[in-house]
């Protein structure tokens, strides 16, 4: 009888520690998985009374979270809140988190493994939760020029430092006040959330990485770049460029942005189209080179892959899988089915200053405790050499050749010397074209490479140029980093 | 088969009373931390009410201990200071999430139910009182085995109350409690006992011919054919507890309870096969037949599908407590369904971490392992039985419920013991462990009946040698 009590004994032991081997699992390896589903309200509420670290620029907080004496301990809020909404987003209670609040909410409130050992002393020494602080690659002067340009059009500006691929401008208009949802009043917050979403000009999209544009001729650089480095191309190869290009399988010619012929020349030499922006010359290039050049030297100055990984959302920037000829002459003059976001061609110009190297943008300089322990910090990071320094300094010359003389004009600086290139993308007969410019300057030392895309603009239809609209504004935000 | 011809540790004949009261003062201080810490943590006070909570709780539990020095000085001086403390910790939570709640009702404008945790002490109190009968007035254990049929009958109707209209209430879709004078019972709770009594007084007569072997299957003897009535008569009982009162865990516990003594009796590993397919056929035919079943069921395979369900909101405070807890006072059990009750396991999962909870499992295991030592230790059959048969139904309460909170097997709604939120359980759980501590007085005292030794007495012994 004994025998089997003890057996009872033994599978009565089995039951416990079954009970205490599933909760481990739960407790001690799901807990991160579980802690982080949006339904979990516990947790939600538990961090909104967490001392959420600051999202800073410098040591200036455009973040932070302060005493509050409502249900909740601390409330978040946002200095110039509009400026820095598509890069720092939002906290919200009702409807979750976006941009870095998102994407480093581990870091910003303390939970993530790396602040482990904080956490601990914090519970022993008996230390509320606190959070560590996330400090970004943006310029102060840089982002504010880029905001305050796009006042009044919907568009978007990245700045990126070509060096280290720092992004030190990310504006987008029309923006939303990340504070208005981080209230804690919630009949406020759930109308603000309404209206935000309502809104036909989607303010809660970051245009400078969410959405994708035809880049339209700011797409040249990137044909002219495979043309250099094909080997059978020179700044000085005279081209195909009459007023009208007659294309192959259609009726429909490819034509001038001006209905004229490139620069007084149907025979002009690639630094000359490029001064004039020629579709009918990049057209025959494009042509010339064949589809997959195109798409191989758009890949490596990073399309087809997800430049940023700081964000949500972040759109892939594509060039069209298998276009025939006409297609592909329209794709070495951006249209067609090339799609870039901003960033993407902000990063074009980058690689072109950074003779020829792309570096990975980065919006995170560095996460510290709340000590002021550095945690992280990003180091630089090579994605591709794109093109030779050769071609990079050719290219270079083409783009300083076309501020000085050509459609960028707007976008000189006195004293600097600026390399950019123009862009007018179209899309639809009933709808604006978009406005391009991209640019970097000083030309001969690049402190900084901007892209400013114009969506919408309260001008004439006609009126709508990159040179026009957009170089201004590009201009202003070169003008802040250089003047520092 | 004889217990002589099976090695019973020798047992020194000690009291051991003087270590009882160590652990008593240990699990009382505990507790009464507990209660300290919820108050400092959610009041930023030390609560007012500290004086009656501890005098209350060490009150309670010294005269516990003295019942046990006058009338059973030889009993297992660990299983009464391990229930104190799951006591004193489960007021200490349900007094914690009383103040949770009243936090939340205030917050939304509500005025805040009445405290439960008041209740609690209360029904404590009750439950050492019938501690107290249990161990002053059942002098020895083996006078049950006359109120064998007794118990077995008033078991079945215990087990049937529920079911009789306008008085079983349904209760989170089982139909276990009854509601009598404005207040609800379990009286299952009280049925395990009964049944334990009865199943061992049963067995004691039954076992010989219930161990002769029939045919030899895959190395096993299988009972006889003609012997298999009261099996079936377990099973078809259990069958219709969970048909009719929709409760898995009440069904599997009667069920495993009867199977575990017909094994422990007969230490035939036969029986356990039949018991085990007949289960298995069962819940697989509840499975397929009822809908409240299968629904357990597949709210077990994905508690996250269910929105705001208590298994869901259990997880995720159990995830949230993570490894060391959001310390007492410092989670937001209130926020499960049940917090109180069912779901008390998840509530100390959250606040004291993985580390409080096997902390606490090992106690109840401490408290099933005692039982079954007391088992092995008793004299004669009918105690040895239904020692066995309390520690087992402590064990498959305890893993059926905490089971069934932390996902491991579908949800039922079984009192998690000594713990939770309910004056039945808490009742019927010290009345279990008086029958335990009474078995184990007569299973440790000396043979010959000898004045008790001291502990004192028998270190200077062992000096002298």
């Not at chain 2, 999430?97 to 209740?119: C, F, H, M, S, Y």
């Not at chain 2, 709770?189 to 161990?211: H, N, P, Q, S």
Request: positive net charge; hydrophobic residues 45%.
């Amino acid at each position: 009888m004994n025998s089997a009590i003890r057996r009872l004994a033994v599978a009565a032991m089995i039951l416990m520690l079954a009970l205490m081997a599933n909760s481990t699992y739960l407790q001690a390896f799901r807990a991160n998985e579980i802690n982080g589903r949006n339904d979990n309200n516990r947790v939600r509420d538990s961090q909104f009374s967490v001392n959420r670290g600051p999202i800073l620029i410098g040591s200036t907080p455009v973040a932070q979270s302060k005493p509050s004496d409502d249900r909740f301990k601390y409330q978040r809020t946002y200095a110039s809140g509009p400026v820095y909404a598509p890069v720092t987003g939002f906290y919200s209670y009702l409807f979750g988190r976006g941009g870095i609040e998102l994407t480093m909410n581990a870091e910003l409130n303390g939970s993530d493994p790396s602040m482990a050992f904080r956490r601990i002393i914090d519970v022993i020494s008996n230390r509320p939760q606190q959070g560590g602080s996330v400090t970004l690659t943006l310029n102060a002067a840089a982002q504010q020029a880029a905001y305050s340009g796009l006042a009044g059009k919907t568009g978007a500006v990245v700045a990126i430092e070509p060096k280290t691929g720092r992004i030190l401008a990310m504006a987008s208009r029309p923006s939303y006040d990340p504070n208005l949802l981080a209230s804690h009043d919630s009949e406020k917050v759930g109308a603000a959330w309404k209206n935000l979403n309502a809104d036909k000009d989607k303010p809660l999209s970051n245009r400078a990485v969410q959405e994708l544009y035809p880049p339209g001729s700011t797409f040249k650089l990137v044909t002219a770049a495979a043309a250099l480095s094909s080997g059978k191309y020179t700044p000085e190869s005279k081209v195909n460029s009459p007023a009208e290009l007659p294309l192959p399988q259609t009726t429909v010619p490819l034509v001038n942005e001006d209905g004229k012929n490139c620069g007084g020349s149907n025979n002009a030499t690639l630094t000359i189209a490029l001064r004039y922006s020629c579709n009918t010359a990049f057209g025959t290039v494009g042509m010339d080179l064949g589809p997959d050049a195109l798409r191989e030297q758009a890949a490596k100055f990073g399309f087809g892959a997800r430049p940023l990984t700081e964000l949500p959302s972040v759109a892939t920037s594509q060039f069209p899988g298998d276009p025939n000829e006409p297609q592909t002459a329209q794709s070495a003059i951006g249209q067609f089915d090339v799609r870039a976001t901003p960033l993407q061609m902000a990063m074009v110009a980058a690689g072109i200053a950074n003779k020829g190297e792309v570096m990975k943008p980065y919006l995170v300089q560095n996460v510290k405790t709340p000590d002021l322990k550095t945690v992280s910090e990003t180091k630089p990071e090579s994605l591709h050499q794109a093109i030779t320094p050769q071609v990079a300094s050719q290219l270079t010359a083409m783009m300083v050749d076309v501020v000085a003389n050509g459609t960028g004009k707007p976008g000189a600086i006195s004293g600097v010397q600026v390399a950019g290139k123009t862009g007018t993308a179209q899309t639809s007969k009933d709808r604006p074209p978009f406005a391009w410019f991209t640019a970097f300057a000083p030309a001969d030392d690049p402190k900084i490479a901007v892209a400013v895309l114009i969506e919408k603009a309260d001008v004439a239809r006609d009126d709508v140029a990159g040179g026009r609209l957009a170089a201004p504004i590009a201009k202003k935000v070169m003008e802040a980093v250089l003047s520092q | 088969m004889s217990i002589a011809s099976t090695s019973v540790i020798q047992i020194i004949p000690r009291t051991r009373r003087g270590v009882e009261l160590l652990l008593l003062v240990i699990a009382i201080a505990v507790s009464v931390g507990a209660y300290v810490n919820i108050g400092v943590t959610v009041q930023n006070a030390v609560p007012a009410s500290t004086g009656y909570y501890a005098a209350g709780i060490g009150l309670l539990a010294l005269i516990a201990h003295l019942a046990l020095r006058y009338r059973a000085p030889y009993a297992d001086p660990v299983l009464l200071p391990c229930a104190v403390l799951l006591n004193g910790l489960g007021v200490a939570m349900i007094h914690r999430i009383d103040l949770g709640l009243a936090i939340v009702a205030e917050a939304r404008g509500n005025t805040p139910k009445a405290a439960a945790a008041p209740q609690q002490i209360t029904w404590t109190a009750v439950g050492i009182v019938l501690f107290l009968v249990v161990i002053l007035v059942i002098r020895d254990h083996r006078r049950l085995q006359a109120l064998t049929y007794t118990a077995g009958l008033a078991g079945l109707v215990l087990l049937v109350l529920p079911l009789i209209p306008g008085l079983g209430v349904n209760l989170n879709g089982a139909r276990i409690w009854i509601r009598l004078a404005g207040m609800s019972f379990q009286p299952g709770e009280f049925a395990k006992i009964c049944l334990v009594v009865f199943f061992a007084g049963y067995l004691v007569v039954k076992r010989d011919v219930l161990t002769l072997a029939g045919h030899r299957f895959l190395g096993l003897d299988l009972p006889r054919a003609r012997d298999l009535g009261p099996i079936g008569i377990a099973w078809a009982v259990s069958l219709g507890v969970l048909v009719f009162e929709s409760d898995l865990g009440s069904s599997l516990l009667f069920f495993g309870l009867f199977l575990f003594l017909l094994y422990v009796s007969t230490e035939r590993a036969g029986w356990l096969i039949i018991g085990g397919l007949l289960f298995a056929g069962g819940a697989f035919f509840a499975y397929t037949t009822f809908g409240h079943v299968h629904r357990r069921v597949t709210d077990w395979l994905d508690p996250w599908a269910i929105d705001g369900g208590q298994v869901k909101l259990g997880l995720m405070g159990q995830a949230w407590g993570g490894i060391l807890g959001r310390g007492l006072g410092q989670g937001h059990p209130e926020a499960t369904l049940y917090s109180q009750s069912d779901m008390i396991i998840s509530s100390f999962a959250e606040e004291l971490g993985l580390t409080g909870l096997i902390a606490i499992l090992l106690v109840y295991t401490l408290i099933i392992e005692r039982g079954l030592r007391t088992a092995l230790g008793c004299r004669d059959i009918f105690g040895k039985l239904i020692a066995t048969g309390l520690a087992m139904s402590f064990a498959l309460q305890v893993f059926v419920i905490v089971g069934g909170v932390t996902g491991l097997i579908p949800l039922t709604g079984l009192a998690t013991p000594f713990m939770a939120l309910g004056g039945t359980s808490l009742v019927a759980n010290w009345a279990i462990i008086a029958l335990l501590l009474r078995i184990s007085d007569q299973a440790r005292r000396p043979q010959t009946p000898a004045a008790p030794v001291s502990d004192e007495t028998i270190a200077m012994a062992v000096q002298k040698q």
